[in-house]
Nanobody, 122 residues
Framework: VQVEESGGGLVQAGGSLRLSCAAS????????MGWYRQAPGKERELVAS???????NYGDSVRGRFTIARDGAKTRGFLQMNNLKPEDTAVYYC?????????????????WGQGTQVTVSS
């Protein structure tokens, strides 16, 4: 399974971005999809996740501002980010799980993309 993110960039505070994640390869084994982010000097943290059944989970700092979704084929995922803040600046990574968990933690993701930079200016 290969994972690729797109859609990052530079945006002013209060603006919006939409990230995309595409999974390819043995995609019939893909179950969950999630977004994590990592800022310089900080640990990778959960942004949002969605299971194959559509159960979603959000990090506390983004709940109410970000929305995760995926297409019916479960091969593409999206992260709509609204009302962006400078503290949202980070590299955003998309990961996929082959196993099932309602709320997978970072160790349960089997494949990751290379990441896409999101920079929010004040």
């Amino acid at each position: 399974v290969q994972v690729e993110e797109s859609g990052g960039g530079l945006v002013q505070a209060g603006g919006s971005l939409r990230l995309s994640c595409a999974a390819s390869g043995v995609i019939d084994r893909v179950n969950g999809m999630g977004w994590y982010r990592q800022a310089p000097g900080k640990e990778r943290e959960l942004v949002a996740s969605i299971t194959g059944d559509g159960i979603t989970n959000y990090g506390d700092s983004v709940r109410g501002r970000f929305t995760i979704a995926r297409d019916g084929a479960k091969t593409r995922g999206f992260l709509q980010m609204n009302n962006l803040k400078p503290e949202d600046t980070a590299v955003y990574y998309c990961g996929v799980t082959l196993g099932y968990s309602d709320y997978p933690d970072v160790s349960q993701y089997d494949y990751w993309g290379q990441g896409t930079q999101v920079t929010v200016s004040s």
